[in-house]
Structure formats: C-alpha cells, structure tokens
C-alpha cells in the first residue's frame, strides 16, 4: 500500500451512528484528475459540484467523500450546501474551491447532514495521515452496506498504484466511453506514476472503464456513481512514450479486474460469483445477453440454488433482443459441463451440472455461433440472488 | 362460467406426483381461432406445432395441454414427437390433426413425457364434459407454481366469455402486435360469441394484447406463452357490425385486467401488487420507465418491506433510456402522497409514505413531464420480491 504524496483520513462525523462516516483524500501536490460519472440522469449534487470545479480546472488536491447520505434529490439547495462544504474545505487546506471534488453514497432523498460534515472539517484535517491505518480509515469512511473496505495495491519499478473502492447494492455500471460521460461506481484510483493527462484518460478509456463496465450486482445503476483517477506524477520526472503506457495497461487492467472481484464478493447478499463468456457474436449482441442473463431473477435464483436449471440461461439469450440469433446454433457450458447443444438439451445429468454450480465461482460459457470472420470472446461478472439481499433492501430506510 | 359448445377434461397423467397435469379443451363445432405467441427466439416444440397447424387451417377443435414440461429444448425428437401426440389425439377424436394444438409449461429442457400422455389420451377425452368441475380440472391442470387456479368469466345477452389462465413466474409478457407475432403467457379466451376471424384479430389486437403485455411478475419473458382466442360462434347467427365489436371491448377490457390482477396476486411469492401510472410522455417512453421500475430489484425489495425509499424510483427514471428526461420536471406519487416534486425531494415524512407502502396494492404515479399537446397516461401493473420468490425458484428443478 505504498503510495507518494498523497495522505488520507476517515472519521465519525455523526451521520452513521459509530461508524466512519466521512473520509479524505489529500495529495501533497496538485494532481490530474480524469473522472468517469454515472449515465443515471438523476445526478448527485456531489457529482454535479465535482463536474462543475473540473471545468475550470486540470489539477486538484483532495476529494471528500460522506457515506450516509447520497446528496441526492434532497432539496432545492442540494449544490449551494455543496459547494459551501467544498469552500470551507479549500479555505481550511489553503487551496482553492475547485480544487476540492466530492463524492457521496447513501440514502437518495435524505436532507445532507451539512452541519454535521462542516463541523467535522478540522477533525478529518488533522487526521490525515500517509499510514496504512489512514488508509483503511478512509475505504472505511466510504462504505455503506460493504462488509469489507476494499482496497488493491501495486507496486512498480515505475511508481505505485492503490484503488480504494465501495458499493454492494445499486451496481450494475453501464459506461459509454466518451471522455467526460462515462458511468461507474464509487472508485478512487490513485497513483504517483508520471502519466500525462492524455495518457490518462487513454487507460482510463481502454482499461479502466471497460473492466468497471463488465459486472453487475443488481442491474440498479445508481445516480452517484464516480471513477476518479487521479495521478500526483511524483515518483519519478521522467514522462514516458505511448510504449510504456502500453506496458502499464496490464497493470491497471489487474487492479480493476482485483477490484471488481471484491466488488462481486462483498455484494449484498452474495454468495456466488458467476463468470458469463460469451463468445462469436458482436460486444454488442454480447452485451445484450450479457445484460439479460444478469438481471434475470430466474438465472439469480437458480445459481443461488445451485439448481442446474440451464433452460432458464437459454430462455435468456432467445429474449435477449440479438436479432437474427438462431436459437439452433447456441451452445452453452456450465463448469466443464456442455449442458445445450445446437439450441436443444445435451442431456447431462443434473447430478453433475449441479456439482459445477455448488462451486462459490461458477463459469458459464455461451456459443452464440454466429459465423464471423474472427472468433470474439466476451466477459461479463454477476452475481446470485439471496433471500439476504432481499433482506437488506426491503429494510434499507427504515 | 357458462359456455356453449365446449368440453373441458384435467386428469393426472403421472408427469406429476398425485396432480392434475394433463388437460383437454374440446369444441364440440370448428371454432375460429387467433393466436398470439411469445417473443423469445427459443420456442417450445408445442409452440413449434401449433403454429404449423395455424397456417393449415382456420378452425380448430381442441387444445392440449401438459403442465410439469415445457417441452422446450429437450432434444432433436421434440417437434415429431409432439407432433405424434396431436396426431393420436385427432385419431381418437375423430378429426384432422391441423385441427388439434398443443400448449406446455413446465421446466425447460426436460424430456417430453410422451408416453405418459400418449397412454392417457383415452382416459382424458372420456373425462370431457362441460360441467364448472370438469373446468375447473382444466383450469389446475395446467397450474405450474400457482397456487389457484384461474377463471374469469363474463355472460352476455349475445354470447358467453370464458378466460382461463396460468403463470406465476417467468412472467413478462412483451408483445409486439402483429397478427401472428405477439407474445404473452398461458391464456385461453373461449367464447360461444359470434365473431369473424377479423372481428377476433381486431379484439385480439387493440385488447387482449395490449392488456397482457401490461404487466411483469419477474422480467423473465417465458418460451412457452401463448394466449388462444377461440370462438365456435355457437350463441347465435347474427354476424353483427363493427359497431357491435366496439361495444364488446369493454367486456373484453375487463375479462382480461381481471384475468392480470389474479395473475399478479398469484405470483410467486408476491405479497404486494403495484400500480404504475406512468403520465406526459410517449407511451415508448412510458413503457421504458415501467420495465425498468418493475425489473428494478431495489425498487421490488422496498415495495416488500413497504420501504419509503422512493429514490429508487426517481434514480429508475433516471436510468430507463429516456431520452431528453429533464430529470427536474419529474414528479411522482406514493398512495396519496407526493414524494418527488421537480425532480427532488418534497419533504414528505417517511411514516406517511410507509403507510401508503404497507397495502397489499401500492399506487405509483409518474408524471414525466414532457410538454405534449394531450395529457397522455399509461398504466402497468408490477409486484413486490420477496424471499419466498428466491426461495420458489432457488430449486424450482431440485
């Protein structure tokens, strides 16, 4: 967990009754920061604020974060009581107002506990710390039905990198990949790598959106949901040419997938992680049914069972909108198991898909067996669906 | 439940334990007959059969049917076989095979029980009989995880209506409306009336199509659904005008929302039936905003737990692909309480709204607020999750 100039804190701030509650992340030196917001129209003031400072700006210094409180829908003076926390900050840290961005996860619709943040303020300042324990205070701060803080690391020759990250419920992150309207979740993806702000938002294109882009928990994408992507460039002087990006893209691109998997695993009510590839039909036709299988309460329930009731899986890619799929052409594999053949049961027996799908990583394979010139393959990571995560959320507010 | 010219057998084949899994519609006349079948790309062999019978003939006979397999997927034999077992049922009865089709539901991918039925054809014509039992037998013959059976009935000075039903999961009827590509559950809409086939076309198309593709138990679009319209024209001579058929929809209309709320409520493990009125947009729009509220699992867990976290709701707005949704001219209701006022919060306190969220039927009104020149409202009918619903279908095959 070593990282260069940055320093991070996470305190009570009385929003969440003895839980950490509100975090921050400072870099000793101004930093490049390329973000990627929710396509959820319904937006965060804190989203709206943070979008707002980096318009009129490339470098920032820090980023505060409540949980509690999604800041959210919660009244007509959601961005003035923003932007107010975000001038206290700055003035209290010496630095300017856009210079501050902010993130928040909780409750939509909940009054923001402004008070309780701006009186906080100093005490999350003086707690900032470069220590590990810092660190895991501030992933504490951010979470909400997390069990777990969640945090990947990596070290290189070359600098270091550290994603800190949150989210449970209300994930399903569906990213268009342009510069400033990409979606995802609560991620902070820090390093002191020498990167320019081209070669950011070049890994932040090809690397880091796409592997936030390919799992969903419940299908819900949230209107909070951010990627910052910030780099202080402090580790060494030396810029380095679009080969040596291409050399760090494999790093990143490990972070992310380690990151999602915690993700995936920390999911409310989670017990089983499913690995769906798709392969010979186009990413969108593959998205498609990507995005049908993981949102079907059928296929949820049943990997939760570990029921081998692959019809279901089938069922999905025939409503899946792929236009001109020939049902007769799909094959589908459950562990090692090819459970349909050409569109039409295998006849294994039960017995031994059910073995398969007992596993906590259960690997579904789909052949859409469309004819093109080069065979495709596509990822996509999701979930079952426990009588817990209904628990949870049918008793969130209340 | 008075009907002219139709018989009704149920009896138990043994596909099932110790239940009634085999049932028979019988129209003592040719009836005319309009049917509407399922969108998904996968499709039952019977599905397969009846639509090959269809394009034979305008009248049909009879409609078997065989609940505990959907006879979907179950190996390179389906279509012959169940073919077979129309063919043995025309012999029998005395009829051409076009004449008889074949509807079943069940668990996909599993061997058709062929012989089981072929040794029970006898037993099952000698039950016919027109008596509410031997209806009332049909009815739980085709039951799968439903816990009652389904009628709704209608007598009218110019003829009778009789609809009977079946669904409780993989329930999400979307059509489109063409004459012979609809899609929708297990739905047989007899009447004595006398009607064209045109006559038919048109009730089917502007009634019960619509009516039906008007609700989503769990977003899960079956391979099996059909709704069969028969008419055997047995009540009088009389063709009448298209005026005539105008008056009739109402009845229609009201057969058919009665035949969705006992879907609904039947549903697995449904506790709570919602109300979606969904007002000022398009009805594309409307039903954008109603699939990604009634597949939301967030906004389905809160319905459960009568949780007054509407900003599921609003963030379902936010996300259903609504294009030019300023998210600021939203406004939406709960029960009698408006909790979203331009887009934010109205303050309403939480025991309101929960007493609101606490009846078994929860009203949601959505006013989208785009400035059409018509008022424009679209209904659509959803239910709540519970963990009965995981509990059904985590070993729905085990």
Same mark, same amino acid.
């Given at each position: 967990m070593k990282i260069k100039g940055f320093k991070f +804190?996470?305190?009570?701030?009385?929003?969440?009754?003895?839980?950490?509650? &509100?975090?921050?992340i400072y870099s000793?030196?101004?930093a490049l920061c390329?973000?990627?917001?929710?396509?959820?129209? =319904?937006?965060?003031?804190?989203?709206? /604020?943070?979008? @707002?400072?980096?318009?009129?700006?490339?470098?920032i210094?820090?980023i505060?974060?409540? +949980?509690?409180?999604?800041?959210?829908?919660?009244?007509?003076?959601?961005?003035?009581?923003?932007? @107010?926390?975000?001038?206290?900050? *700055?003035?209290? =840290?010496?630095?300017?107002?856009? !210079?501050?961005?902010?993130?928040?996860?909780?409750?939509?619709?909940?009054?923001?506990?402004?008070?309780?943040?701006?009186?906080?303020?100093?005490? =999350?300042?003086?707690?900032?710390?470069s220590?590990?324990?810092?660190i =895991?205070?501030f992933?504490?701060?951010?979470?909400?039905?997390?069990?777990?803080?969640?945090i990947v690391a990596q070290?290189?020759?070359?600098g270091n990198i550290l994603c800190i990250a949150?989210?449970?419920?209300?994930?399903?992150?569906?990213?268009?990949?342009?510069?400033?309207?990409?979606?995802?979740? &609560?991620v902070f993806l820090l390093t002191d790598i020498?990167?320019?702000?081209? !070669?950011?938002?070049?890994?932040?294109?090809?690397?880091? /959106?796409?592997?936030?882009?390919?799992?969903?928990?419940?299908?819900?994408?949230?209107?909070?949901?951010?990627i910052f992507f910030v780099s202080n460039?402090l580790?060494?002087?030396?810029?380095?040419?679009?080969?040596?990006? @291409?050399?760090?893209?494999?790093?990143?691109?490990?972070i992310?997938?380690?990151?999602?998997?915690?993700?995936?695993?920390?999911?409310?009510?989670?017990?089983?992680?499913?690995?769906?590839?798709?392969?010979?039909?186009?990413?969108?036709?593959? @998205?498609?049914?990507?995005?049908?299988?993981?949102?079907?309460?059928? /296929?949820?329930?049943?990997?939760?069972? *570990?029921?081998?009731?692959?019809?279901?899986?089938?069922?999905?890619?025939?409503?899946?909108?792929?236009?001109?799929?020939?049902?007769?052409?799909?094959?589908?594999?459950?562990?090692?198991?090819? /459970?349909?053949?050409?569109?039409?049961?295998?006849?294994?027996?039960?017995?031994?898909?059910?073995?398969?799908? &007992?596993?906590?990583?259960?690997?579904?394979?789909?052949?859409?067996?469309?004819?093109?010139?080069?065979?495709?393959?596509?990822?996509?990571?999701?979930?079952?669906?426990?009588?817990?995560?209904?628990?949870?959320?049918?008793?969130?507010?209340?």
């Amino acid at each position: 967990m070593k990282i260069k100039g940055f320093k991070f +804190s996470g305190i009570n701030a009385g929003i969440k009754k003895n839980k950490l509650d &509100l975090g921050l992340i400072y870099s000793e030196q101004p930093a490049l920061c390329v973000c990627a917001f929710t396509k959820n129209l =319904l937006k965060s003031n804190s989203i709206i /604020v943070t979008q @707002q400072h980096l318009k009129k700006t490339n470098y920032i210094r820090c980023i505060i974060v409540n +949980s509690g409180c999604a800041n959210t829908a919660c009244g007509k003076n959601g961005v003035v009581d923003t932007e @107010q926390i975000c001038t206290v900050v *700055a003035r209290k =840290l010496g630095i300017s107002t856009e !210079e501050v961005l902010i993130a928040s996860t909780g409750v939509i619709g909940e009054p923001l506990p402004k008070q309780k943040i701006l009186s906080n303020i100093d005490n =999350l300042i003086s707690n900032l710390s470069s220590t590990k324990n810092a660190i =895991l205070n501030f992933a504490k701060s951010i979470m909400t039905t997390d069990r777990k803080p969640k945090i990947v690391a990596q070290s290189l020759p070359i600098g270091n990198i550290l994603c800190i990250a949150k989210g449970a419920g209300m994930i399903a992150p569906e990213l268009s990949v342009d510069n400033h309207r990409y979606a995802t979740m &609560l991620v902070f993806l820090l390093t002191d790598i020498n990167l320019s702000k081209q !070669e950011m938002i070049k890994i932040m294109g090809e690397i880091v /959106v796409p592997t936030f882009n390919s799992f969903s928990i419940d299908g819900d994408t949230s209107p909070n949901d951010t990627i910052f992507f910030v780099s202080n460039c402090l580790h060494n002087n030396v810029k380095f040419d679009a080969d040596k990006v @291409q050399l760090l893209m494999p790093y990143f691109k490990k972070i992310c997938q380690d990151m999602v998997l915690k993700l995936l695993y920390d999911g409310e009510g989670v017990t089983k992680v499913v690995k769906l590839i798709i392969t010979n039909c186009t990413k969108t036709d593959a @998205q498609k049914i990507a995005k049908t299988i993981s949102s079907s309460l059928l /296929v949820k329930t049943a990997v939760h069972g *570990a029921d081998p009731n692959w019809g279901r899986i089938l069922s999905c890619c025939g409503r899946s909108g792929v236009e001109k799929l020939n049902i007769n052409k799909v094959n589908i594999w459950i562990g090692k198991y090819q /459970v349909v053949k050409n569109g039409t049961s295998n006849f294994v027996p039960d017995s031994l898909v059910r073995k398969e799908m &007992l596993k906590s990583f259960v690997e579904i394979k789909i052949d859409v067996g469309f004819n093109l010139k080069k065979k495709t393959e596509y990822t996509f990571f999701t979930t079952d669906l426990s009588k817990k995560y209904v628990e949870i959320n049918s008793k969130y507010k209340t």
